[in-house]
């Protein structure tokens, strides 16, 4: 007659057939579950709401992106990036829409250096713009807290239509349809403001005749 097992032995042996189960159960059967509810039942936001046109992954509607005229020496690190009038723009960005390292700039409201940014950019985009420097919206002067943001105000949006219009050699009217047809109501209807998202909207600017 065999000798039974110590005790400790067969403690471990029941953990251990604990570990291979739940192993199984939660580290493969739940996932593989979850994962092909996710495809089947939404699968384009499970799979990072990719925005595509003319059949092209062209970037993220969770994601701002930069619109950017191409460099004059790529290779020149240095050289200052300079908007393409052509485009609807973004927010500023603390870290320049790099999805790998999200964050804000935690610069505090009597910083010198975010009051010297905000005066800064209330000139470049009235200029870019072509309107008062006063009538700059506040989103078009500081970043979001994520630095990731593609959503900006209406009202930045509309200050955009007649650049962008005249750049594109459209009519003012369609370009501020587009605008009207991709601004979001509030989250719940309640909360935050009411945005346009620009990855969205330049995508039907792009694809627009």
């Known amino acids: 007659m065999s ?10 042996f029941t953990a251990l057939r604990v570990l291979l189960v739940l ?16 495809q089947v039942a939404f699968s384009g936001k499970a799979n990072g709401s990719i925005v595509k046109s003319d059949g092209k992954e062209v970037g993220s509607s969770l994601l701002g992106q930069n619109y950017n005229l191409p460099k004059k020496n790529p290779d020149d690190p240095k050289e200052d990036p300079v908007p393409d009038p052509k485009w609807f723009q973004p927010r500023p960005s603390a870290n320049n829409y790099a999805g790998d390292n999200s964050g804000a700039s935690n610069l505090g409201p009597n910083s010198e250096d975010l009051l010297k940014a905000v005066n800064d950019r209330r000139a470049a985009v009235a200029a870019f713009d072509g309107v008062d420097p006063a009538s700059v919206p506040a989103d078009a002067l500081t ?13 930045y949006a509309k200050e955009q239509v007649n650049r962008v219009a005249k750049e594109r050699k459209l009519p003012v009217e369609t370009v501020a349809k587009l605008v009207d047809n991709y601004t979001e109501g509030r989250s719940l209807g309640f909360l935050g403001d009411e945005g346009v998202n620009v990855v969205l909207l330049n995508k039907a600017l792009g694809e627009s005749k």
């Open 143 to 155: 970043a979001s807290g994520s630095g990731l943001d593609p959503h900006i105000s209406v009202a």
């Open 23 to 38: 192993t199984v159960i939660l580290g493969i059967a739940y996932p593989l579950l979850v994962t092909g509810i996710s």
């Open 3 to 12: 000798k039974p097992l110590p005790a400790v032995v067969r403690t471990h």
